[in-house]
């Protein structure tokens, strides 16, 4: 089953250096690059761009890797 987020949703991750959260800016649905990493996201299989309320910083989760907060 595949997580349905909206921009503005509240999200939870893991990181090497602990779990951190921030919010959902929007869905990806083609290849595309944050915090110098390259995300292949598609319509089939999309993924989400999200920024931390820690550091404010952008970057790209697949739906699997991403809790509600």
């Known amino acids: 089953m595949t997580k349905t987020l909206k921009a503005g949703d509240k999200v939870k991750?893991?990181?090497p250096q602990g779990?951190?959260?921030g919010k959902v800016v929007k869905k990806?649905?083609?290849t595309t690059k944050a915090g110098g990493h390259t995300a292949k996201a598609s319509?089939?299989?999309p993924q989400y761009?999200?920024?931390s309320d820690?550091?404010?910083k952008e970057a790209v989760h697949k739906p699997e890797e991403l809790k509600k907060a």
């Open 13 to 15: 991750w893991d990181t």
């Open 19 to 21: 779990q951190t959260s």
């Open 28 to 30: 990806e649905t083609k």
């Open 43 to 45: 319509k089939d299989d």
């Open 49 to 51: 761009r999200v920024k």
């Open 54 to 56: 820690k550091s404010g």
